[in-house]
Every structure is written in C-alpha cells, then in structure tokens.
C-alpha cells in the first residue's frame, strides 16, 4: 500500500502484447527532486573518458581557454621615444595596459620636467573588442570546467536521458561561434591598438623635436589571437563527437533485436 504524502505519481498505461492481450505497466514519475539527489549521491570518479575524443579535446578547450584570456588580461605594454633636448635627448615611454583604452594614458613631449604645455595621449579606445575576447575565453574556462565534472564524476548522469548530450551541443556549438567571432574582432583590435601605439605614428604629431624608438613587444597579444582561433577549431570539431552521443546522430550497424513477445525465427 501507497502512502498518499509520497513524492509519487502513479500512471496505469495499458499495451498490447504481440497476441493481443492486453496488460498494465505502471509508470513512476518522481518529483525533480530526485535528479538532484542522484547529483549529490551518485559522484564516482571515472578517468575512462579522458582516453574518449570527447573528454580528451574538452581538456584541450580548458588548457587553451586559459591561454586565450591570459595572454590578453593583464597586458603592459610601453612604446618608445625619443625627445631632442639639449645637451642630450630625452626618452619618453608611454605606457598602455589591458583593456587598452588609450585615451586615458598621457605623455609628454617636452623637454622640461612637470611641464602640461605640451602633453598629449595616445590616441583610440579597443577595450570592446579585447573584453568581449576575454569574456567569452573566461566563460569557456568555466563551462569546460562544469562539463569535465560531469564527464568524469556524473557520467551516468549524462547519459541517462538525451537532454544531456542536447544541451551540450548546443552550448558548445555557440561558444564556437563566439569564438570566431571574438577572435576576428579581437585580431582587427590588435592591428589597431599596433598601429596607435608605434612609434612612427606617433612622431608624426612633433615631428621636428620626436624621433621614434623602439616598438612595444606584442608576442602576447598576437599569441592570444593565435589561441582563439585554436579555440574555435577545436569547439567546431567537438561538436561532431558531442553529436555522436544525442539521439539525432543514427548507428550505420544498429544491433539485431527481437520484437518483444515473438519467438525468433528457425
């Protein structure tokens, strides 16, 4: 006898077998609940799918998420010039730092110390394109983080309904998208922020007292464009392996089976 407080449903669904008899088979519907108590109790740390494609590319996505918006966060970077004074010249180092809002940063171009007469600033604002670059890499870093957690804690979790695999794809195939996305604009901001920050431009503004130095090291931040567009190579391809789990994806040589209540043939 059912206690009627329980969390349960009961559902009588009448089927035919293959000689037509008909006969009930009750259904169990749980309360959601349920899910997340086999969340809590059902962790077991399981290496095997870091040996599958599946796990294995999501920890390159994770390895490769890092480098992507480390090498862009925290930029410092400082251009190089030289001011002619007398008895010597003058160096002058503006420096510019992630988000790479240029403006904000001036330099004088005088030979006296402490001087406002004849301050200027770089020039251009690209901290769109560098913090949409380093948003998407940051929230990449957390879900692969999120999904490695279920692979090797909660497989049988994900594979128990097909929602899990569903919503994989579809996550993973946007971040690919935001990937290229991200990495293309991000690639057209580096080219900018190269062009306002080299020293041949900017001698152009005092062209008779400045002389261009050396150029700011950019191997970061080229790298890091380097590290979106992996990204974006290794998120597409993940979504072919994360649809061989959905049930959109069809086995060319599914098993022989027999119809339930008929005898196999001779």
């Given at each position: 006898m059912?206690?009627?407080?329980?969390?349960?449903?009961?559902i009588a669904v009448v089927r035919f077998s293959a000689r037509r008899v008909p006969y009930f088979k009750c259904i169990l519907l749980t309360k959601p609940h349920t899910v997340t108590h086999n969340l809590a109790s059902g962790f077991a740390l399981d290496l095997g799918p870091l040996k599958e494609p599946l796990?294995?590319?999501?920890?390159?996505?994770?390895?490769?998420?890092?480098?992507?918006?480390?090498?862009?966060?925290?930029?410092?970077?400082?251009?190089?010039?030289?001011?002619?004074?007398?008895?010597?010249?003058?160096?002058?180092n503006p420096v510019f730092v992630y988000p790479f809002r240029l403006s904000a940063y001036p330099y004088t171009t005088s030979c006296e110390s402490g001087t406002q007469a004849n301050?200027?600033?770089?020039?251009?604002?690209?901290?769109?394109?560098?913090?949409?670059?380093?948003?998407?890499?940051?929230?990449?870093?957390?879900?692969?983080?999120?999904t490695l957690i279920l692979y090797l804690g909660y497989q049988s979790v994900y594979r128990q309904t097909s929602r899990g695999?569903?919503?994989d794809l579809v996550v993973t195939a946007a971040f690919a998208f935001l990937w290229l996305v991200s990495s293309s604009a991000w690639g057209k901001g580096l080219t900018d922020v190269k062009w306002a920050t080299n020293?041949?431009?900017?001698?152009?503004?005092?062209?008779?007292?400045?002389?261009?130095?050396?150029f700011p090291a950019m191997g970061r931040l080229n790298a890091?464009?380097?590290?979106?567009?992996l990204n974006l190579i290794l998120?597409?391809?993940?979504?072919?392996?994360?649809?061989k789990e959905t049930p959109f994806h069809k086995d060319p040589n599914p098993?022989?089976?027999?119809?339930?209540?008929?005898?196999p043939g001779p």
């Open positions: 059912l206690n009627s407080s329980a969390p349960l449903n009961l796990g294995f590319i999501r920890v390159l996505e994770w390895v490769f998420a890092i480098f992507a918006f480390a090498t862009t966060g925290g930029y410092s970077g400082t251009t190089h010039l030289k001011i002619k004074c007398q008895p010597e010249e003058k160096a002058v301050q200027t600033y770089l020039q251009g604002d690209f901290s769109s394109s560098a913090e949409f670059f380093v948003c998407v890499g940051v929230f990449g870093f957390l879900y692969c983080t999120a695999p569903i919503i020293p041949e431009h900017l001698v152009e503004q005092c062209p008779n007292t400045c002389k261009a130095g050396e890091s464009v380097t590290f979106g567009f998120w597409a391809g993940n979504c072919w392996f994360i649809y098993p022989a089976t027999v119809e339930e209540g008929r005898a």
